[in-house]
């Protein structure tokens, strides 16, 4: 992520040559255009790369963020019920005392020194100060007992208003690193689209050509490597899905025809539906139509379900992507049609849409029923 900076760096001084000066030592004007298409798209897809890890980054944190607020709201009311029982206990264990005081002309050291530490609020001392009366064994027990529920009412307390303050910490902390995530994505996005305008019509076409061309290549690189796994690639036949998902589960079946009625809706990042989803909310939300909770990032959906070999894939399966051979560098998610072909919203400026599985960065896979 650090050497991103230099990359776009790179990429925009690339961007700033001038075109071709006149004379015996100009470079070619092909030369030149070739450069500057192949640092516009090194740049951009760097940033594309920066907003993916930075778009999972934001999801965890807005997914953790809900559930502190949903412990908060949980541990607040932890604190009022236990706030509510030390207060009860402690009247009671007043009135207990001041009623034996007063049932007697005399009361032992032991409990009158009781009250008074009762009545100050240091219940610890009252208790130990209840226990060591020399009274009727009947009474002392009864005393002590009450003294012993206020004291536990009131270390119950204590520890439920800890519990809060941590909860309270545990979710600045969340929409600190939200802030931070959604900073990053929509600098990422900005900075492409900035690479973008300032490049040339003549530059955005051989872009958009390399592109493609490298899209191709990486896709058949990608064909190999599911191959190898024993992944099949359907290419652009619809018959093998087609018999694939007849033998699907029936939350997988159910899965897959919600996913199929978001088609052609735009992937936004950090959305989760209904008409708008990055890769793993459409995944989630998917599922969720099927009755199905999964976990909210890829990550978490990777490492939270029943992982599956990639060659015994099954319609339903969600299929991972990552940058690397380690799940931390998980970024990316799909619904498993069967036959080769998976739905998922790809990126920015794209659509949910059907692919082949045979895509870059093919990592692992998922059972979630």
């Not at 991103?4 to 255009?33: M, N, W």
Request: a negative charge; aromatic letters at 4%.
């Amino acid at each position: 992520m650090k050497n991103l900076g230099r990359v776009v760096a790179a990429g925009a001084l690339a961007l700033s040559l001038a075109a071709p000066v006149a004379g015996a030592h100009a470079e070619p004007r092909s030369r030149t255009l070739q450069t500057q298409a192949d640092a516009l798209r090194t740049s951009v897809q760097a940033l594309q790369l920066q907003q993916s890890i930075a778009t999972e980054a934001y999801d965890t944190a807005v997914d953790d963020t809900s559930r502190a607020i949903s412990e908060e709201v949980r541990a607040q009311a932890a604190l009022d019920a236990a706030q509510g029982t030390s207060s009860a206990a402690a009247t009671a264990a007043t009135r207990r005392v001041r009623s034996l005081y007063m049932a007697g002309p005399s009361l032992p050291a032991g409990l009158s020194s009781g009250l008074g530490l009762l009545t100050s609020g240091d219940l610890d001392q009252a208790a130990s100060a209840a226990r060591s009366a020399a009274v009727a064994a009947t009474v002392v027990a009864d005393g002590e007992s009450t003294l012993t529920r206020a004291v536990t009412a009131r270390t119950d307390a204590t520890a439920a208003e800890a519990h809060l303050q941590e909860v309270r910490r545990d979710k600045t902390a969340a929409e600190r690193a939200a802030q931070a995530a959604r900073t990053e994505v929509t600098t990422a996005l900005a900075r492409q689209q900035q690479l973008l305008d300032a490049a040339d019509a003549a530059v955005r076409d051989a872009v958009a050509k390399e592109e493609e061309e490298a899209r191709q290549a990486a896709l058949a690189a990608a064909a190999q490597q599911a191959a190898a796994a024993g992944v099949a690639d359907a290419g652009d036949s619809t018959a093998g899905v087609a018999d694939a998902v007849a033998n699907a589960s029936t939350a997988a079946l159910g899965a897959i025809a919600a996913a199929h009625t978001r088609e052609g809706m735009s992937y936004v990042w950090g959305a989760t539906g209904p008409t708008t989803f990055d890769c793993s909310g459409l995944t989630q939300w998917a599922y969720a139509q099927a009755g199905v909770p999964i976990p909210r990032t890829s990550r978490q959906q990777y490492a939270g379900l029943p992982k599956v070999p990639l060659d015994q894939l099954q319609p339903g399966d969600l299929v991972f992507y990552a940058n690397g051979s380690d799940p931390s560098t998980i970024h990316h998610v799909a619904l498993y049609l069967g036959g080769g072909k998976v739905l998922h919203a790809p990126h920015t400026g794209d659509v949910v849409r059907v692919a082949g599985v045979a895509m870059p960065g093919l990592f692992g896979a998922v059972r979630p029923s």
